[in-house]
């Protein structure tokens, strides 16, 4: 069949690998355009385009690619099929009728749950024991069209977004290539796949750098799954009022106390607040139970051991975070 490719992120760059090696003629690749250097600001990365460089992979970097241009640029390809996943934008209908059998999309849960921009994330943050990749034959609607195949991966205790993700992004390879074979054995008129069944439909918004900050008041095994969820980006933090003086603290590694051995009564301590800081740890009462902060960064300084931390700043028993 005749693909063109449509991904910017490195959740996508596997399986344009694979299908490059593949039997399949992959026309070129759709992409994000670069955005330009502001300041000391880091151009964003784009493993995708880096591929297709690399690979002498015809390149479509359109600003809006629902655009009449863009609609017009797809059609002259002539494609069999449109590949999608990690792009970063919607495709109109108009767009997706551009190729013979529409589009499929790689998506990183188990949809329809985690719906959204941020999959991953949220299933880390929410607790699943499990998630996967689904491949979607594609609608206008978002992440809804029927279900064509699934991959499933347990989420470990010490996962985090970044370390879940690639492994995701490789078990996506095999859901991809078997999507495929299904539509080029399709007649294009009887159903396909699996409706996706709305009642089970959850959201997995994208995130910002505000949905970062800790609440104390939430469960303290809540908490820490957000720290894993956050990592490498946008970071959970907390801030803490020292002297005057606003200091945000990046929490990089906690743990959930289930006991603590103290003189402290931290039943009766406020969320926010310090129960144990003794040099070595640093116990933080939550809406339910404690947490232990093993690594943190304070703003501007690099990542340390928590007993490298209490050796510059002293952080009595009582403080409180907000």
Not at 230 to 249: H, I, K, S, V
């Amino acid at each position: 069949m005749r693909l063109l490719m449509m991904g910017t992120g490195p959740f996508a760059a596997p399986t344009f690998e694979t299908l490059l090696d593949g039997p399949h003629e992959v026309l070129g690749l759709v992409t994000r355009p670069v955005p330009p250097a502001v300041g000391r600001r880091k151009v964003p990365e784009n493993p995708m385009r880096d591929v297709a460089v690399a690979r002498g992979v015809e390149l479509f970097e359109p600003d809006s690619i629902n655009a009449t241009e863009s609609i017009e640029r797809l059609a002259a390809w002539n494609a069999d099929l449109l590949v999608v996943c990690d792009y970063g934008q919607i495709l109109s209908r108009e767009a997706l009728g551009t190729s013979r059998l529409g589009g499929i999309n790689l998506h990183g849960s188990l949809l329809p749950r985690h719906r959204g921009a941020a999959p991953v994330h949220w299933a880390i943050w929410e607790g699943d024991a499990e998630t996967g990749v689904s491949v979607i034959h594609m609608t206008p609607r978002l992440d809804g069209g029927p279900i064509l195949t699934t991959r499933r991966m347990p989420i470990g205790p010490d996962d985090t977004t970044a370390s879940l993700e690639p492994r995701l992004a490789e078990l996506g390879v095999g859901a991809v290539s078997e999507a495929i074979a299904m539509l080029e054995s399709w007649d294009g008129v009887s159903s396909i796949g699996e409706p996706q069944d709305a009642a089970r439909v959850t959201k997995a918004p994208r995130l910002n750098k505000q949905v970062g900050q800790v609440d104390w008041s939430q469960p303290a095994a809540r908490i820490e799954r957000q720290v894993r969820a956050l990592q490498p980006w946008p970071g959970t933090y907390t801030n803490w009022n020292r002297d005057g003086e606003a200091l945000r603290l990046i929490l990089d590694r906690v743990h959930v106390v289930r006991e603590l051995a103290t003189e402290s009564r931290p039943g009766e301590s406020k969320p926010g607040e310090v129960v144990v800081s003794d040099g070595q740890q640093l116990v933080i009462a939550t809406g339910e139970g404690c947490l232990r902060i093993e690594r943190i960064q304070p703003a501007g300084k690099r990542v340390m051991e928590v007993a490298e931390f209490l050796r510059g700043k002293s952080v009595p028993v009582g403080t409180c975070f907000e």
